[in-house]
């Protein structure tokens, strides 16, 4: 048996070679493998039973094993042989001597060796042992073999292969099974998994049916492990197939075509409202489409007559959906207002087969072109103003709309009571130009009342307009210039600090404005703007209190007024402002607001009623006369005048951005025009039309904020072209037509380089007063430095303190002059990097030859009364600061003259002359002296310039002479000397080039500069 079993242990893997073998060159289905396992166990089992039906036919006797055993043991002589013949017998019949044989038998069997002859030698068990354990390897081995796998493979529930089938090129590709219906024509993609491949390697063949036979194609592999894919292309009749590999063979499956609903045409019926002006379009197909808000949307659809029962539905982006109504002439219809964008896709579907997919068309886009609001503002006076109570007031109003301008009024409000006045508008216009006077003698003022004006204007949108207001201004009423009133009080000036009584009546002004402004808002942004409102209010207040409680007990009495009463009633007015703005009630608040205007109106026009009284009683001369309508003081619009280098500042942030907004407007044009070139159509057109939106919102909020700082349309008018160039740019992109999107692409460019030099012209002309000042600043120095240095040179002992504290003061006011000067260059970097190197190299240069030092030894030398060596140091401040005021002239004239195309014509001609000269002709040396002529005799301030005549005059004498060519020498002289001239009113060309070829090879691109700066300023934080 045990021989039986080891042989049956080596015939296994013997057999399972044998199949393995056979499976790799006749490939076995997994279905069928199972069989030839089988067969292979059988046989297995049969060469068991017949070793061990052999090995028990074969078994020894019991003669023949006693025999073997007295062999192996000789001393037993014939006792084991007589003891097994006796076994057979019946033990009652045995003699005594067979009894005998039969009991030392038994005493011997325990001293016997069995194993010699009885039982098989060491080598038959190792024999056997070897070969049970090479087959139970062998065995072992054998369960990973192909056929063995196969086998089990099939006993298992996960199948080997999978399939499926979607349409072939569909992005986001929905999966069918392996049979499904398509609309006929459409291309199907068969898909098959292979998740158990044959002997470690995958692949997949396709069978189907054609002309009667059976055709099979190897299927391609794809991107995915173990995936194989067929195409079937245009599918027009039912195509069998199946997919089988090396080990699996799958089942037949079918693929049917259908006739799908088919649209023939969509045609969209665009009708604008009736308040633009515009008229009704139609468009057919799909695609992005811009319409005025509130157009009304007819869609119409035809669809052919088979099959006979279709449903049409439209898929929004929110997964709704909402069907069409079919009419009696069997086309489908939709009707629609557009009050916000709206996009989806058309889908059609047959309603005889409900599983079957609907046919989706191309994606509709319509972006609704908002009606915005109207605009308006007061262009003139567009301040506030003082004058007296019998003055009339002159307004210009300025109103635009997107389709039309249908009414406008003037808000006059006085004493709480409000009064609004329609202005006569007719026709409807987009742009309006109006004028309305204010008579104030109407109104029953007296001096201190305040009057506060602003204009409305509604559009003709439809049912209901919009409404914008302008900004509020304010008048102040105050005496006529020369009128003399009595008082008494003490000398206010004298005895106390001046009361910042402007600041008060402007911060008022400003919580006014921000009121009205907040009044427009809702929600969390209505409650921050109050709280803003309150706390504004809150800081007036406690600004009013310490006044008083500085001032308590000094302030006069004027006309019987006390000021201090006024000062705390107006401190409580503005505290009701504060607890109604936190309480978010800000109409109630403006009320309190309005009485405490009122009440520092007033205090400041008794204030300005006491300051003239004195000033003419004591008889002064030379002040200053109060300003009156003609003359006016600064209020908050004009008051304190704002700060030119923070104005620059804004300014160049705005430049900045325009740059930006140019470049990727030129970026995107390029894409555009190779759009165009390349025919390109869908989606990229789209990916162009977001980039186009993407700029035109960056461009409206450059706009808006630019508005909000001018306050004037006219500062954004380049801006409004732009946008609406982009829109245009972006409509004709979303219509799939970039050749039409390119020109407007252009003008807008053109329109945000338009802006570009608006910018830069504000800009320089912000610098230049700047400049002015600054350099009208440097002279008064220098002539005070000259008088003190006059006064010095002529004084004696005991004159030497007063002396110094003039010095003191000058030295003080030229140490912030050149501070100035750098924040200054600080503002024009974005500007021009000129106008910066040349401001910094002047403070730089002053301060290299001592001004602070020669100041300061001038101070100290008047303190010892050494008055020779400080004339001498007040001379080289005074020098110094003359040289200063040269150079912001210098660098003023300039910017002045920056962008100046005449004068730049004029140096390049004269730089030609120069060079052509030695070749020029009699003929052409006179022509060119005369355009020279008149060129140099229109240089700005050129009558008042010795030079400049007298270069006007050589060349006009050379122009006329008979042989111009004797002058050739002094005329080279001449041309050099003009050209020295006019270099003089820009920065040299070499220097600009210089700057640019710097900038260009070392500057961050503009879109990186940001986080450059960011990047430098962290480190210079040291995080």
Not at 27 to 40: C, G, R, T, W
Not at 330 to 349: M, P
Not at 405 to 434: C, Q, Y
Not at 494 to 521: C, H, M, V
């Amino acid at each position: 048996m045990t021989v039986a079993l080891a042989a049956a242990f080596v015939t296994w893997p013997g057999l399972a070679l044998l199949l393995d073998a056979y499976d790799a060159a006749f490939p076995i289905l997994e279905s069928q493998a199972v069989k030839y396992v089988f067969v292979a166990l059988g046989l297995t089992a049969l060469v068991f039973l017949l070793l061990s039906w052999r090995a028990w036919s074969a078994r020894p006797n019991p003669e023949q094993v006693a025999i073997d055993v007295e062999k192996g043991n000789p001393q037993l002589m014939d006792l084991l042989n007589c003891a097994v013949d006796l076994h057979d017998r019946d033990r009652e019949e045995y003699t005594y001597m067979e009894r005998r044989v039969l009991e030392k038998a038994e005493q011997r069997a325990e001293t016997i060796s069995w194993e010699r002859g009885a039982r098989p030698s060491g080598r038959f068990w190792s024999a056997v042992v070897a070969g049970l354990l090479a087959g139970s390897l062998l065995t072992a081995w054998s369960f990973e073999r192909s056929p063995l796998q196969k086998t089990f493979d099939s006993l298992l529930d996960e199948p080997g292969l999978s399939v499926f089938t979607t349409k072939t090129g569909e992005t986001r590709a929905k999966e069918h099974p392996a049979s499904y219906e398509f609309s006929r024509g459409t291309d199907v993609s068969v898909f098959a998994d292979v998740t158990r491949g044959h002997r470690g390697k995958k692949n997949a063949f396709i069978e189907f049916e054609e002309n009667g036979k059976v055709e099979r194609l190897e299927m391609l592999e794809t991107t995915t492990l173990g995936r194989f894919e067929y195409v079937v292309p245009g599918l027009a009749e039912p195509f069998i197939y199946r997919i089988v590999t090396l080990s699996i063979e799958g089942d037949w499956q079918k693929l049917n075509p259908f006739d799908p609903p088919v649209l023939e045409e969509a045609r969209w019926g665009i009708t604008p409202p009736s308040y633009t002006g515009l008229d009704a379009f139609e468009e057919v197909g799909f695609g992005q489409r811009r319409v005025p808000e509130g157009s009304h949307i007819e869609l119409s659809l035809q669809v052919a007559s088979t099959p006979p029962h279709v449903v049409a539905h439209i898929l929004s982006e929110v997964n709704s959906s909402s069907e069409l109504a079919c009419n009696d002439e069997g086309f489908f219809e939709l009707n629609r207002v557009l009050r916000q964008n709206w996009s989806g896709r058309l889908a059609l579907k047959d309603s005889d087969f409900p599983q079957r997919d609907a046919v989706e068309h191309e994606e509709f886009v319509f972006s609704v072109i908002p009606d915005k609001p109207p605009v308006v503002e007061i262009t003139e006076p567009a301040k506030d103003l003082e004058v007296p109570s019998d003055g009339q007031l002159l307004m210009e109003i300025f109103a635009a709309d997107d389709y039309g301008v249908a009414k406008a009024e003037v808000v006059v409000s006085h004493g709480g009571k409000k009064e609004s006045v329609n202005v006569f508008l007719d026709p409807v216009e987009r742009e309006k130009t109006l004028s309305y006077i204010i008579d104030l003698s109407e109104l029953s003022l007296a001096v201190g009342d305040v009057v506060s004006y602003h204009a409305t204007v509604t559009d003709n949108k439809e049912p209901e307009g919009q409404q914008a207001r302008s900004e509020i201004y304010f008048i102040e009423i105050l005496p006529p210039e020369g009128e003399e009133i009595e008082g008494d009080g003490g000398d206010m000036a004298a005895e106390q600090k001046e009361i910042p009584i402007r600041d008060f009546i402007n911060q008022t002004k400003q919580i006014i404005r921000s009121t009205y402004d907040a009044l427009g808002e809702e929600g969390e942004e209505r409650e921050r703007r109050s709280i803003a409102i309150s706390a504004d209010a809150l800081g007036l207040k406690h600004g009013m209190t310490k006044v008083y409680d500085e001032n308590d007990g000094k302030f006069p009495s004027v006309d019987g007024i006390d000021l201090g009463e006024l000062l705390n009633e107006a401190t409580f007015h503005i505290e009701q402002t504060e607890i109604f703005a936190g309480d978010n009630e800000l109409k109630e608040s403006l009320e309190p607001s309005e009485e405490t205007l009122r009440k520092l109106v007033l205090m400041y026009a008794l204030i300005r009623k006491q300051q003239k009284m004195k000033s003419k009683g004591k008889g002064k001369k030379g002040e200053k006369q109060e300003e009156t309508a003609d003359k006016q003081e600064p209020s908050e619009e004009q008051g304190e005048p704002s700060d030119p280098a923070e104005e620059l500042k804004q300014l160049g942030e705005a430049l900045e951005q325009a740059r930006d907004l140019k470049e990727r407007q030129n970026e995107l044009n390029s894409k555009i025009g190779r759009a165009s070139r390349n025919g390109r159509k869908g989606e990229p057109n789209r990916e162009l039309a977001k980039e186009q939106d993407e700029i035109q919102e960056d461009t409206e909020e450059l706009r808006d904020d630019f508005y909000g700082k001018s306050g004037r349309i006219g500062d954004v008018r380049s801006f409004d072209r732009a946008g609406k160039e982009m829109q245009d740019s972006k409509g004709e992109l979303g219509k799939d037509d970039p050749q039409k999107a390119k020109p407007h692409g252009d003008l807008a460019a053109e329109a945000l380089s338009d802006a570009i030099s608006e910018i830069e012209g504000k800009m320089s002309s912000i610098a230049a007063d700047m400049l002015g000042q600054l350099e009208s600043q440097g002279k008064g120095l220098a002539k005070r430095q000259r008088e003190n240095a006059e006064k010095t040179e002529a004084a004696g002992a005991g004159s030497g303190e007063p002396l110094k504290g003039e010095q003191d003061g000058i030295n003080e006011e030229a140490k912030d002059l050149l501070s100035k000067i750098e924040q200054a260059g600080m503002a024009l970097r974005d500007l021009n990097e000129n106008a910066t190197e040349d401001l910094f190299r002047s403070a730089r240069e002053a301060r290299g030859k001592g001004i602070e030092k020669s100041g300061k030894r001038a101070s100290n030398a008047l303190l010892y009364e050494a008055f020779p060596q400080a004339k001498r140091e007040e001379d080289k401040v005074a020098g110094e600061l003359e040289d200063v005021a040269e150079d912001l002239a210098d660098v003023k004239r300039k910017l002045q003259n920056q962008g100046n195309a005449a004068l730049a014509e004029l140096a390049k001609k004269l730089r030609d002359t120069q060079r052509q000269l030695p070749g020029l002709g009699d003929e052409q040396l006179k022509e060119r002296s005369d355009e020279l002529a008149k060129a140099i005799g229109d240089l700005p301030g050129g009558e008042s310039d010795e030079r400049v005549r007298n270069l006007t005059q050589f060349f006009e004498q050379v122009a006329i002479d008979e042989n111009p060519s004797q002058a050739r020498s002094a005329a080279s002289a001449a041309v050099a000397q003009a050209l020295e001239l006019v270099e003089q009113f820009f920065w040299k060309e070499a220097v600009e080039e210089r700057l640019r070829r710097n900038h260009e090879t070392t500057a961050a691109p503009r879109k990186y500069k940001r986080q450059v700066e960011e990047y430098f300023r962290r480190i210079a934080e040291g995080n």
